[in-house]
């Protein structure tokens, strides 16, 4: 009977397989700094530079902001959105009448593409209605 070559092992997957060595695993440094790696990397960044040059970089971006040059539209955004957040955004949802869209569906199986009698159409637009209502998607 031949021997299979069986990859070594060195680690056990979440559903208890073995893994291949060199397969899978966490990649040192990649994925998100931690809160800690970042907040430290704020203190460096507090602890290079002064207020004052703090302030002279917040003034340079305001008269960029103000030049009406090529930048002053993103120096203006920039300084806006950190002294005032970024708007909220408006969402506008439309509800249908369900008078509406009865004569939609009426209008619709009563054409030549469905050549139903208004009998006929008037069952399938209030089976079509009762479907619409009971699954929320008229207001």
């Not at 460096?44 to 003034?59: A, H, P």
């Not at 040059?69 to 970024?86: E, F, I, P, Q, R």
């Not at 209008?107 to 399938?124: A, C, D, I």
Request: glycine share 10%; aromatic share 4%; hydrophobic share 40%.
């Amino acid at each position: 009977m031949a021997q299979v070559n069986q990859p070594e092992t060195s680690k056990v997957d979440k559903r208890g397989r073995a893994v291949p060595k060199g397969f899978g695993g966490v990649i040192p440094g990649s994925g998100r700094k931690s809160k800690a790696e970042e907040l430290g990397i704020a203190r460096l960044l507090e602890d290079c530079w002064t207020i004052e040059q703090r302030k002279e970089v917040i003034s340079s971006l305001h008269l960029l902001a103000l030049s009406g040059g090529k930048s002053a539209v993103s120096a203006a955004t920039l300084l806006l959105s950190y002294a005032y957040g970024k708007p909220t955004e408006h969402v506008k949802v439309e509800t249908i009448d369900k008078r509406q869209l009865a004569a939609e569906l009426l209008e619709e199986f009563q054409t030549e593409k469905f050549g139903l009698s208004l009998e006929q159409s008037l069952t399938v637009v209030a089976a079509e209605l009762g479907d619409v209502v009971e699954h929320g998607r008229i207001g």
